[in-house]
């Protein structure tokens, strides 16, 4: 009688547990390439968020006006106020279907409410009309115009974006050979020459010239 060949029960359950074992690390495998697939995906939005808003605030800093506005003292102040982690200056902003463009006031700041979550904050508010028989805009009070912007519910913000730290230092136009960076810049008499941004501890800072000293600075900078 001829003995049939075929597999015994051990060789069945040999095979059985390495297609298991063989199953298991593929499917493993798959999910460890979909997830760094997915994190590799977060990192390059991330990126790209980073360099959109790079791009934005260095045009938005580019149009920064030289303008002196009067406050409720009566005294002359540059339209331009700025410390580590906030700035009020004028910039034009374009209206719709026209190329004419009315300067406005915006707030760039950092919010810091939730130290687990920091927000950068970008806002904006018309800047008052001038009358045919002043030449420059009526008095007002700054301390009023930065407390509507810091309150988080009176003025919506133009963005909102969180991130993980945000500085401000104004280089002035005299130190331009041997740079010595300032944390503010408040009741100048003329625009910085160069405003820098760091957005996030490993990225470059973001370096701007202002419109009146754009022609003046060397390439190195």
């Known amino acids: ?65 030289e303008h002196y506005v009067h406050d409720h003292r009566q005294l002359p102040l540059l339209s331009f106020q700025g410390t580590e982690h906030s700035l009020v200056f004028l910039a034009p902003q374009p209206r719709r279907r026209s190329s004419s463009a009315e300067p406005v006031w915006f707030y760039l700041a950092l919010d810091s409410s939730d130290p687990q979550h920091p927000v950068l904050s970008l806002k904006s508010q018309p800047l008052v009309a001038e009358t045919e028989a002043q030449e420059q805009t009526p008095p007002f009070d700054w301390n009023q115009l930065l407390d509507d912007f810091r309150q988080p519910d009176l003025i919506p913000p133009l963005l909102e974006l969180e991130i993980a730290s945000f500085s401000l230092h104004y280089l002035p136009p005299d130190e331009q050979n041997q740079p010595d960076w300032q944390s503010e810049w408040l009741e100048q008499e003329q625009l910085p ?8 501890p490993d990225w470059p800072p973001l370096v701007v010239a202002s419109r009146r000293h754009r022609y003046e600075i060397m390439d190195e900078y």
């Open 1 to 65: 009688m001829k003995r049939q060949h075929g597999f015994t029960l051990l060789e069945l359950v040999v095979s059985l547990t390495l297609m298991s074992l063989l199953s298991g690390l593929m499917f493993g495998g798959f999910r460890l390439a979909g997830r760094a697939w997915e994190t590799v995906g977060e990192r390059n939005a991330d990126h790209s968020e980073q360099i959109q808003l790079q791009l934005f605030l260095r045009n938005l800093l580019e149009r920064a006006e």
């Open 193 to 200: 020459a160069l405003i820098r941004l760091q957005l996030d």
